[in-house]
Structure formats: structure tokens, C-alpha cells
Nanobody
Framework: QVQLVESGGGLVQAGGSLRLSCAASGGTFSSYSMGWLRQAPGKEREFVTI???????TYADSVKGRFIISRDNAKNTVYLQMNSLKPEDTAVYYCAADRLRVRTTHNDYWGQGTQVTVSS
């Protein structure tokens, strides 16, 4: 059983930056696809970014060029560096892990979520 714990959320002004972390325990972290998804109030959960076990990353068009996902297998941690934040980035951000590929739904493991609020 893998546990995922997110941290780093908070309140930031538009144009600012935040870095989210997701610490994993209880599994073979390096073998998992890891990703971030988000859900804004009244909206469905959406894909943000994923990184494969081999380090290949994919981004949603809405965050491409502003967000960077990375992983440190020695620390069992995945990071999301968020730059040039916009009010529309406001959401609860979830970390997810999957043995195959992180998707918007039905991943093997989920974190509890961390709130990111971007003020205008």
C-alpha cells in the first residue's frame, strides 16, 4: 500500500510561484507513474501533469510553459513547480500514483489534496 502526502499549497498573488511536494511511502516509488491533478470548485477534476517512471513528462495545455513536474526517486518525492500563477489555477491539487500511467480518474493511489489559491 502506497501513501501519498502533499504539501506546499497556500495563497499566492497572480504572477507568483508555489512548489508542491508529494512524498510517497510504502511502495517502490521509482516504478510508478506519478502525476498531479486538480479540481476547482464546481468543476470536474482535470489533468495537470504526469511524469513516467523513466522521467518523461506531459503537461496540460493550460499549464504548459508555466508548471514543471520533477521527481526525486532517492527521496520518494514528486514536485510541482508552479510559476506565473493565474487565478484560474485555483483548485485543490491532488498527487496520484499508478503502476501504469496516471489518469484523471481511477489511479492506484491518491493523496489527500492541497489547496492552492491564486488571488488577482
Amino acid at each position: 500500500q502506497v501513501q501519498l502526502v502533499e504539501s506546499g499549497g497556500g495563497l499566492v498573488q497572480a504572477g507568483g510561484s508555489l512548489r508542491l511536494s508529494c512524498a510517497a511511502s510504502g511502495g517502490t516509488f521509482s516504478s510508478y507513474s506519478m502525476g498531479w491533478l486538480r479540481q476547482a470548485p464546481g468543476k470536474e477534476r482535470e489533468f495537470v501533469t504526469i511524469i513516467s517512471s523513466g522521467g518523461v513528462s506531459t503537461y496540460a495545455d493550460s499549464v504548459k510553459g508555466r508548471f514543471i513536474i520533477s521527481r526525486d526517486n532517492a527521496k520518494n518525492t514528486v514536485y510541482l513547480q508552479m510559476n506565473s500563477l493565474k487565478p484560474e489555477d485555483t483548485a485543490v491539487y491532488y498527487c496520484a500514483a499508478d503502476r501504469l500511467r496516471v489518469r484523471t480518474t481511477h489511479n492506484d493511489y491518491w493523496g489527500q489534496g492541497t489547496q492552492v489559491t491564486v488571488s488577482s
